[in-house]
C-alpha cells in the first residue's frame, strides 16, 4: 500500500516549458487536491477534484492546468512555466465523506 | 483574503514547556478543523482534529480547543519536546470542498 506516491520528485524547467505532475493514490479516495507550498506562505490550494472527471479552482489556479480522467490519478500541469512557479507541490488524497487528508512526499520544482 | 490565520509565524519553546499556536476563522460553513505537522523534506501529516459541536479534543500531549463563538481554534503540546520541532499547519473545510490551511507556525524545542 504505497498511499500517495508524486512523480517527479524534482525538476528543472526553463521557462516557457511544459510539464505534467503526476499523482497516483491507491486507496480509491474521491477527493484529490494540489497545494503549493512556498516559504512564509503555507499551503495554498490550486485545483481539487471530488470525483473522477470533476475538477474545481481553488485559491491560485492561474497558470495551471488539471484532469481526473481516472480516480487514482490527479494531473498537474504547467502550459508554460514561469519562474513564479518555483514551489514545492504536494498533492492530498481524502477519502470521500472521510476526513483525514493523506500527502504525497512532494515534488520540487524549479524555474529558471 | 485570508480564510484561516494562524499565529505566531515562529515560536521558540523550552523542553518540558507549553506550545501554543492560534488560528481564526470566517467562515462559519467551516465544519472541520484538523492540525497537520510537517518535518523538513516530508509531507504534511495528520496530527489531530475537531469538529465545531465539540470545545476540546485531547490526543496524548495534544489538545485542539475550540471557541465556535469566537471562531477560533488552538493547538496546545504539553510537555513540549525536541522531536516536536516541526512546522504546524492549522486547515478548515466545507463539506464537499477542499481544506484550506493557514500559513504554518515553525516550532523549535531547545533541549
Known amino acids: 500500500n504505497a498511499g500517495v506516491t508524486q512523480t517527479p520528485k524534482f525538476r528543472v524547467l526553463k521557462t516557457g516549458q511544459s510539464m505534467t505532475l503526476l499523482c497516483a493514490q491507491d486507496?480509491?479516495?474521491?477527493?484529490m487536491y494540489w497545494y503549493r507550498q512556498d516559504p512564509g506562505m503555507g499551503l495554498r490550494l490550486i485545483h481539487y477534484s471530488v470525483g473522477e472527471g470533476t475538477t474545481a479552482k481553488g485559491e491560485v489556479p492561474d497558470g495551471y492546468n488539471v484532469s481526473r480522467l481516472k480516480k487514482q490519478n490527479f494531473l498537474l500541469g504547467l502550459e508554460s512555466a514561469a519562474p513564479s512557479q518555483t514551489s514545492v507541490y504536494f498533492c492530498?488524497?481524502?477519502?470521500?465523506?472521510?476526513?483525514?487528508?493523506?500527502f504525497g512526499q512532494g515534488t520540487r520544482l524549479t524555474v529558471v | 483574503q485570508q480564510q484561516v490565520k494562524q499565529s505566531p509565524q515562529s515560536l521558540i519553546v523550552q523542553k518540558g514547556g507549553i506550545s501554543i499556536i492560534n488560528c481564526a476563522y470566517e467562515?462559519?460553513?467551516?465544519?472541520?478543523f484538523p492540525w497537520y505537522q510537517q518535518f523538513p523534506g516530508k509531507g504534511p501529516a495528520l496530527l489531530i482534529a475537531?469538529?465545531?459541536?465539540?470545545s476540546e479534543k485531547k490526543e496524548g500531549r495534544f489538545t485542539i480547543s475550540f471557541n465556535k463563538s469566537a471562531k477560533q481554534f488552538s493547538l496546545h503540546i504539553m510537555d513540549s519536546q525536541p522531536g516536536d520541532s516541526a512546522t504546524y499547519f492549522c486547515?478548515?473545510?466545507?463539506?464537499?470542498?477542499?481544506?484550506?490551511f493557514g500559513k504554518g507556525t515553525t516550532l523549535s524545542v531547545s533541549s
Open positions: 486507496m480509491n479516495h474521491e477527493y
Open positions: 467562515n462559519t460553513a467551516f465544519d472541520y
Open positions: 486547515a478548515a473545510r466545507q463539506a464537499g470542498t477542499a481544506l484550506i
Open positions: 475537531i469538529r465545531p459541536d465539540v
Open positions: 492530498a488524497s481524502v477519502l470521500g465523506g472521510g476526513r483525514e487528508a493523506f
